[in-house]
């Protein structure tokens, strides 16, 4: 499968997780591009890929919010009306609302069209490995 990880690349820990990501993906047969917000002078139109995944961070003091740039990044981009993907979604350290943080972003790609297949918290590597595993072909 050709599959597509957008984030946020202003936050370092997001960054490396989802470069681990995409070679956990790459170990299981897949090719993965990684598409971080605001860095690419591409076209905006996913249709061309077969899953998606959305990374983000948790904001907030329970860690249930997702920042505000995650949300109007995602806006320019087409394609994403059908397409399968998954989520995931940093853990906080002090987070208690983890969930709603994870459930909020999956509601973001779902108003956008996508099917919601897969999500994940990332805490550690293997968290993203879980994740990788987990997609078929």
Do not use: W
């Not at 597509?4 to 370092?12: G, R």
């Not at 968290?127 to 078929?136: E, N, S």
């Amino acid at each position: 499968m050709k599959v597509a990880i957008l984030y946020s690349p202003k936050h370092q820990k997001l960054e490396e997780s989802a470069k681990f990501l995409g070679r956990a993906l790459e170990e299981q047969g897949h090719r993965a591009e990684l598409l971080p917000f605001g860095q690419s002078d591409r076209s905006h139109n996913l249709r061309s890929y077969d899953f998606l995944y959305l990374g983000s961070v948790a904001e907030g003091i329970i860690g249930s919010k997702i920042p505000a740039d995650v949300v109007e990044a995602l806006k320019p981009y087409r394609g994403l009306e059908g397409i399968h993907s998954g989520a995931f979604l940093l853990k906080s350290a002090f987070g208690f609302g983890n969930t709603k943080g994870l459930t909020r972003l999956m509601g973001l790609l779902e108003s956008q069209g996508s099917i919601v297949m897969d999500f994940q918290l990332i805490q550690r590597q293997s968290d993203c490995t879980a994740l990788a595993k987990r997609l078929k072909r």
